[in-house]
C-alpha cells in the first residue's frame, strides 16, 4: 500500500491529510509535503475547508482507525458527538467505563484531528483541558468558535 500526503493552508493554520488511495489514516494541524495527492486525500481536504468554512457538519471521506481495542472504543464514543455540541472527558467516562485521564490520554493519541472531533470534550468545570493538535487549547478554542459554541473558553 503506498502512502499519499495533501498539505493545505487554512483559517486555522495547516492541515496535513495522509492516507492511501482509498481513505485517510491521519489529519493533523501541520506543515507537510505533498506527496502524490489521491482522489480521497482531495475529498478530504474540500470536506475539511467546508466545515472550516460552517458549510459542512459531518465527514463522509473513508478512514481507517488503527489504535489499542480501548483507543477505539474511547474515539468510537467521542465521533457521536454531535456538531456544534460539548461533552466532558467524565461523560466519556461513564459511557466506556475508562478513567477520565485515560480518555484525555488517548485523546491526545488521534490521529484522525476533526473526524474524531476530541475538540468537543471539556472538563467538567467548563474549562477546555488540553488538544494535541497544533496549537493546543487556542486551536481548540477556534474549533469550538467555528461550531458556534460562543463561549470564549480561553480564561
Known sequence: MSTSQLCFKTKIGYISVKGSKDYITDINFKKTKEKNPTAQLLKAKTQIKQFLNKKRKRFSFKINITGSKIQIIVWNEIR???YGKTTTYN???KRT???PRIVGK???????LLYIPCHRIIKSN???GGYSGSGGVVTKNKLLIIENLNNNYLI
Open 80 to 82: 457521536k458527538i454531535r
Open 91 to 93: 461523560l466519556i467516562s
Open 106 to 112: 488517548i485523546c491526545s493519541k488521534n490521529k484522525l
Open 126 to 128: 467548563g474549562s477546555l
Open 97 to 99: 467505563k475508562i478513567h
